[in-house]
């Protein structure tokens, strides 16, 4: 029952930027972490970023920290995700994700829940 829409993907230039959203419709995910995943043709799902419930503990892949931040507005149960600087190797579908916080050995999401996609192209 519970709904994940991303939206704010585009094709855009190596060093624009682009801000990424997902919206909890239905039945929300009220009490879990939320993040944020990517994928490339031909590769495995990878970790981008991830937040708790409360916002006060983030972490990010080595490949985007400093250059991605990721927010939330549990109000509007929403979770963002801003970009920049991007890469041509930053082009994949990206996928809004909500489960739990994982602090062991690292700080990561478990994904219970999925959203649809949204592609995100730099071109160099």
């Known amino acids: 029952q519970v709904q994940l829409v991303e939206s704010g993907g585009g094709l855009v230039q190596a060093g624009d930027s682009l801000r990424l959203s997902c919206a909890q419709s239905g039945r929300t995910f009220s009490s879990g972490a939320m993040g944020w995943f990517r994928q490339a043709p031909g590769k495995e799902r990878e970790f981008v970023a991830v937040i708790s419930w409360s916002g006060g503990t983030t972490n990010y892949a080595d490949s985007v920290k400093g250059r991605f931040t990721i927010s939330r507005d549990n109000a509007k149960n929403t979770v963002s995700l801003q970009m920049n600087s991007l890469k041509p190797e930053d082009t994949a579908v990206y996928y809004c994700?909500?489960?739990?916080?994982?602090?062991?050995?690292?700080?990561?999401?478990?994904?219970?829940?999925w959203g649809q996609g949204t592609q995100v192209t730099v071109s160099s």
């Open positions: 994700a909500a489960g739990g916080l994982v602090g062991v050995p690292t700080i990561t999401l478990r994904p219970a829940y």
